[in-house]
T-cell receptor, first 113, second 112 residues
Framework: AQSVSQHNHHVILSEAASLELGCNYS??????LFWYVQYPGQHLQLLLK??????LVKGIKGFEAEFIKSKFSFNLRKPSVQWSDTAEYFC???????????FGAGTRLFVKA | DVKVTQSSRYLVKRTGEKVFLECVQD?????MFWYRQDPGLGLRLIYF???????EKGDIPEGYSVSREKKERFSLILESASTNQTSMYLC???????????FGDGTRLSIL
């Protein structure tokens, strides 16, 4: 079955630290890749997406992600986190031609001020 | 901007009750989804619909049913609520799988 694996369930960082959240998906064809973020008390919203082209994609609030096809990975990065980045982050994959999007279990990030 | 509206933010029901969760989107999206979100498990797909009156089972459909009589509205039904259905329920919509999903605020459902 298709699946998405997020490497860390909980991450605690100090402000200004660099962030990298791992995401791997199972092999299955041509993929569309997403990172969503859920701030406390808010709905899930799109952080960034990859469909094709440049494997390094930039999203909102200084986040970026790199698609490495050979590793089936789509890791999320931010060079310097802020307290306001405290949230839960979900990696997600959909397969071209399909209806479903498969979500990872989520990573809870807590940034200490 | 896309708006996905779920009828209730918080809901408390009793075991055995029939429970209806409503979701409405305003962007004429073809596809709509119901997920449940539980800590450490991420989002798990219950049902989805790709057109009016069309529905498909997701990964955890047991104990649930859905209804899509109009394009903009997708209802989740708990036929006979049980305590293990206490969860956060999220509705989402999208034009196609190549596009991001747009989520509602969620309904936190407690079954006592």
């Amino acid at each position: 079955a298709q699946s998405v694996s997020q490497h860390n369930h909980h991450v605690i960082l100090s402000e200004a630290a660099s962030l990298e959240l791992g995401c791997n998906y199972s092999y299955g064809g041509t993929v569309n890749l997403f990172w969503y973020v859920q701030y406390p008390g808010q709905h899930l919203q799109l952080l960034l997406k990859y469909f094709s082209g440049d494997p390094l994609v930039k999203g909102i609030k200084g986040f970026e992600a790199e698609f490495i096809k050979s590793k089936f990975s789509f890791n999320l990065r931010k060079p310097s986190v802020q307290w306001s980045d405290t949230a839960e982050y979900f990696c997600a994959v959909s397969y071209t031609g399909g209806f479903k999007t498969i979500f990872g279990a989520g990573t809870r990030l807590f940034v200490k001020a | 901007d896309v708006k996905v509206t779920q009828s209730s933010r918080y809901l408390v029901k009793r075991t055995g009750e029939k429970v209806f969760l409503e979701c409405v989107q305003d962007m004429d999206h073809e596809n709509m989804f119901w997920y449940r979100q539980d800590p450490g498990l991420g989002l798990r797909l219950i049902y989805f619909s790709y057109d009016v009156k069309m529905k498909e089972k997701g990964d955890i459909p047991e104990g649930y049913s859905v209804s899509r009589e109009k394009k903009e509205r997708f209802s989740l039904i708990l036929e006979s609520a049980s305590t293990n259905q206490t969860s956060m329920y999220l509705c989402a919509s999208t034009f196609s799988s190549n596009q991001p999903q747009h989520f509602g605020d969620g309904t936190r459902l407690s079954i006592l």
